[in-house]
């Protein structure tokens, strides 16, 4: 049973440019969580999907991020003109209900130049 | 005042040694505690998860949730250099129905 996978792994965007991180949860799984790590820093929420739902964005920026998980495909978390403090590693994680604990994927560093 | 508390550590113990990590937290609503395990560079992997009060155990390792004191503790026996990682505190109050909150982390090294 493959885990959460997280593609790509190494993202480099100049300012201005958009990110795309995408995210296929464990098979079965149908809640998916995104998560932003910065330096010295812990992880914090961004935002908790099911298919074709936002359910709780509370921790995203207002500006410049979105996200996704459509009937099909993975879920993709969108970072528009992107700024050096975009620079983070962003996880994914999944689980089978919204009662159940979270598996993370391996996440997707991105660098802004 | 953070919703969730810390130390980052460095840990440094010999190998073999009982290990004690802890978190304190101010959100009296959180039930739901967990602890990750995450090696330089990769994803948390899920060590334990533990609902309200009580104790859990679970080979090497213990977890302790004290909800009077707003406490949790995370208790690896006969440490290996293997467990040599950040241990990552969280919870929530909804189990999976919101976001984790995550503590900083502990770095911990277990010393050969």
């Known amino acids: 049973n493959a885990g959460v996978m997280q593609n790509p792994r190494h993202l480099v965007r100049r300012r201005g440019q958009e990110a795309r991180l995408r995210c296929s949860p464990m098979?079965?799984?149908?809640?998916v969580y995104w998560y932003r790590q910065l330096p010295e820093e812990g992880l914090k929420f961004m935002v908790y999907?099911?298919?074709?739902?936002?359910?709780?964005e509370s921790g995203m920026p207002k500006e410049r991020f979105s996200a996704e998980f459509p009937k099909e495909g993975p879920s993709i978390l969108r970072i528009q003109q992107v700024v050096r403090g975009d620079s983070a590693a962003y996880f994914c994680?999944?689980?089978?209900?919204?009662?159940?604990?979270?598996?993370f994927g391996p996440g997707t560093r991105l660098l802004v130049l | 005042q953070k919703e969730v508390e810390q130390d980052p550590g460095p840990l440094s113990v010999p190998e073999g040694a009982i290990v004690s990590l802890n978190c304190t937290y101010s959100?009296?609503?959180?039930?739901?505690f967990m602890w990750y395990r995450q090696y330089s560079r990769k994803g948390p992997e899920l060590l334990m998860y533990?609902?309200?009060?009580g104790n859990k155990e679970d080979g090497r390792f213990t977890a302790q949730v004290d909800k009077s004191s707003k406490y949790i503790s995370l208790f690896i026996r006969d440490s290996q250099p293997s467990d040599s990682a950040t241990y990552l505190c969280?919870?929530?109050?909804?189990?999976?129905?919101?976001?984790?909150?995550f503590g900083k982390g502990t770095h911990l090294i277990i010393q050969p």
């Open positions: 994680a999944s689980s089978p209900g919204s009662s159940e604990t979270q598996y």
């Open positions: 098979k079965g799984h149908s809640h």
């Open positions: 999907l099911q298919k074709e739902n936002i359910i709780d």
């Open positions: 959100n009296s609503a959180f039930q739901y």
């Open positions: 533990t609902y309200s009060s």
């Open positions: 969280a919870m929530s109050a909804g189990g999976g129905a919101d976001g984790l909150t």
